[in-house]
């Protein structure tokens, strides 16, 4: 059995959207995809965000991170913003790169 449960995980996730909102996960369907994007990130060489990680394994270390707010499941909406400052910062370290060869 998963401890936190599923519901606990979901209010935890949703604390943080104001009363009118539509909250950012609606399904368990929608936990399970982000504990199982995060563990895969921690497969890969990522930093886990929590402390006695050791010896636990990456999905039981995402769920905590989930749990513990350390680790935020973005919205539709927020994934576009999120893109568009990335390509932003992108080519603002392309503008910078060219500007320092001008030199």
């Given at each position: 059995?998963?401890?936190?449960?599923?519901?606990?995980?979901?209010?935890?996730v949703n604390s943080e959207t104001e009363p009118g909102e539509q909250p950012v996960v609606q399904s368990r369907y929608s936990i399970v995809l982000a504990a199982a994007k995060r563990a895969r990130q921690l497969i890969g060489g990522a930093e886990p965000l929590i402390?006695?990680?050791?010896?636990?394994?990456?999905?039981?270390?995402?769920?905590?991170?989930?749990?513990?707010?350390?680790?935020?499941?973005l919205g539709e909406n927020d994934t576009a913003d999120e893109e568009e400052n990335t390509v932003s910062e992108e080519q603002q370290e392309e503008e910078t790169v060219e500007t320092q060869e001008e030199e």
């Open positions: 059995m998963l401890h936190p449960s599923y519901s606990d995980l979901m209010e935890v402390s006695k990680a050791y010896n636990k394994k990456p999905l039981s270390i995402a769920v905590e991170e989930l749990y513990s707010g350390k680790v935020k499941i």
